[in-house]
T-cell receptor
Framework: SQQGEEDPQALSIQEGENATMNCSYKTSINNLQWYRQNSGRGLVHLILIRSNEREKHSGRLRVTLDTSKKSSSLLITASRAADTASYFCATDVNDYKLSFGAGTTVTVRA | SQTIHQWPATLVQPVGSPLSLECTVEGTSNPNLYWYRQAAGRGLQLLFYSVGIGQISSEVPQNLSASRPQDRQFILSSKKLLLSDSGFYLC??????????FGQGTRLTVV
């Protein structure tokens, strides 16, 4: 079974709005990662947050991690059409295995 | 810089035919290597991972096998494809507790 589960499954927003998606996981982790996938392409790493970190920023991305609730959120601020993609969270089940959720599909309308 | 190559990009194969997908990594040594499969609109299912030459761990019993004949080469194979083997196959590499880097994927359609 998958370790991480994203919510919502799909999100449609207007250009310029913020997009927030959440990830819940089941077991303790060393780190949690977020990836983006454009249709029919490979995944691109966005940000990694370690278990001892609570918040991390990268450009228009903000990730939070709450290990007590086993959850994380990804916020994309001032969205652009180019942000249209699927977003996945991934957790390390052990030192070698990354387990991915089913993803959130984000559509940014012009 | 490190790069990962995966080919072919698309493949249409008849049921019962063999399969060989190849993935190579450049610019790094002794990476962990991974094969994932993604069904349409779904998340990634880890199929195999390798922490070194000749070392393969299988996650899901199935019609596929993997081999790592060289440090930076990872091959996904099947002797006889099934319809259920259709999907989007992704190769990736990483080091322990760091981000993973993905190839562009192979769209396999078994007909």
């Amino acid at each position: 079974s998958q370790q991480g589960e994203e919510d919502p499954q799909a999100l449609s927003i207007q250009e310029g709005e913020n997009a927030t998606m959440n990830c819940s996981y089941k077991t303790s982790i060393n780190n949690l990662q977020w990836y983006r996938q454009n249709s029919g392409r490979g995944l691109v790493h966005l940000i990694l947050i370690r278990s001892n970190e609570r918040e991390k920023h990268s450009g228009r991305l903000r990730v939070t991690l709450d290990t007590s609730k086993k959850s994380s959120s990804l916020l994309i601020t001032a969205s652009r059409a180019a942000d249209t993609a699927s977003y996945f969270c991934a957790t390390d089940v052990n030192d070698y295995k990354l387990s991915f959720g089913a993803g959130t599909t984000v559509t940014v309308r012009a | 810089s490190q790069t990962i190559h995966q080919w072919p990009a698309t493949l249409v194969q008849p049921v019962g035919s063999p399969l060989s997908l190849e993935c190579t990594v450049e610019g790094t040594s002794n990476p962990n290597l991974y094969w994932y499969r993604q069904a349409a609109g779904r998340g990634l299912q880890l199929l195999f991972y390798s922490v070194g030459i000749g070392q393969i761990s299988s996650e899901v019993p199935q019609n596929l096998s993997a081999s790592r004949p060289q440090d930076r080469q990872f091959i996904l194979s099947s002797k006889k494809l099934l319809l259920s083997d259709s999907g989007f196959y992704l190769c990736a590499w990483s080091f322990v507790n760091t981000e993973a880097f993905f190839g562009q994927g192979t769209r396999l359609t078994v007909v």
